[in-house]
């Protein structure tokens, strides 16, 4: 399996633009991750969808931020307008469903970096 | 609620000593626990995991831990460092269960000297 797949890799815009990320989890993984990584905070868990519905948004940081899951193989974060404070790292993970081997470890992608000028 | 502590935000080793990075964490529940590792400009990898089965966990690249409930620890050791694990190193708890949220430490950045 080719892993957990993340495009862009890397994100320049201006403060004020729409960004939107996005990431196809590891095929047959029912659940999806969204993680923003900075030096000061570390890495902060998003939001989470199980089966493409989201179970988890208390992490999302402002309304400027939204996910969705239109499908088992596609997800987008999101945000809208960006700020200078929104520049961080930002990964996805999936994690197979209950009775799945493995079932309770999560798979990174290498991330997204977002840069807002 | 749960959280993770990492003591030292940097350790620096010489190539062949031991490697000791320190976890502490809190959790109102059986907790399951993980060390991931990060390389520069990479995603997390699993390193190894506690699920509540043997106390001593094996992982990739000659890396153990053990859990240690009396302690609420759970640190990450290697017998001789290599150059090739200089990296960012992070523990998670999860309370397990049908409920998998991660939630990391601040993580231990390795440096690994000649």
């Known amino acids: 399996d080719a892993g957990v797949i993340q495009s862009p890799r890397h994100e320049v815009t201006e403060m004020g633009q729409e960004v939107t990320l996005r990431c196809k989890p590891i095929?047959?993984?029912?659940?999806l991750f969204w993680y923003r990584q900075t030096m000061m905070r570390g890495l902060e868990l998003l939001i989470y969808?199980?089966?493409?519905?989201?179970?988890?948004d208390s992490g999302m940081p402002e309304d400027r931020f939204s996910a969705k899951m239109p499908n088992a193989s596609f997800s987008t974060l999101k945000i809208q307008p960006s700020e200078p404070r929104d520049s961080a790292v930002y990964f996805c993970?999936?994690?197979?469903?209950?009775?799945?081997?493995?079932?309770?470890?999560?798979?990174f992608g290498p991330g997204t970096r977002l840069t807002v000028l | 609620a749960q959280s993770v502590t990492q003591l030292g935000s940097h350790v620096s080793v010489s190539e062949g000593a031991l490697v000791l990075l320190r976890c502490n964490y809190s959790?109102?529940?059986?907790?399951?626990l993980f060390w991931y590792v990060q390389y520069p400009n990479q995603g997390l990898q699993l390193l190894l995991k506690?699920?509540?089965?043997?106390?001593l966990v094996k992982g990739i690249n000659g890396f153990e831990a053990e859990f240690k409930k009396s302690e609420t620890s759970f640190h990450l050791t290697k017998p001789s460092a290599h150059m090739s694990d200089a990296a960012e190193y992070f523990c998670?708890?999860?309370?397990?269960?049908?409920?998998?949220?991660?939630?990391f430490g601040k993580g231990t950045l390795l440096t690994v000297n000649p």
């Open positions: 993970a999936s994690r197979p469903g209950l009775g799945i081997p493995n079932t309770d470890t999560q798979y």
């Open positions: 095929s047959g993984h029912d659940y």
């Open positions: 969808f199980n089966n493409n519905v989201p179970i988890d």
């Open positions: 959790s109102s529940v059986p907790p399951y």
């Open positions: 506690y699920t509540s089965a043997a106390t």
């Open positions: 998670a708890v999860s309370s397990g269960g049908s409920n998998y949220k991660l939630t």
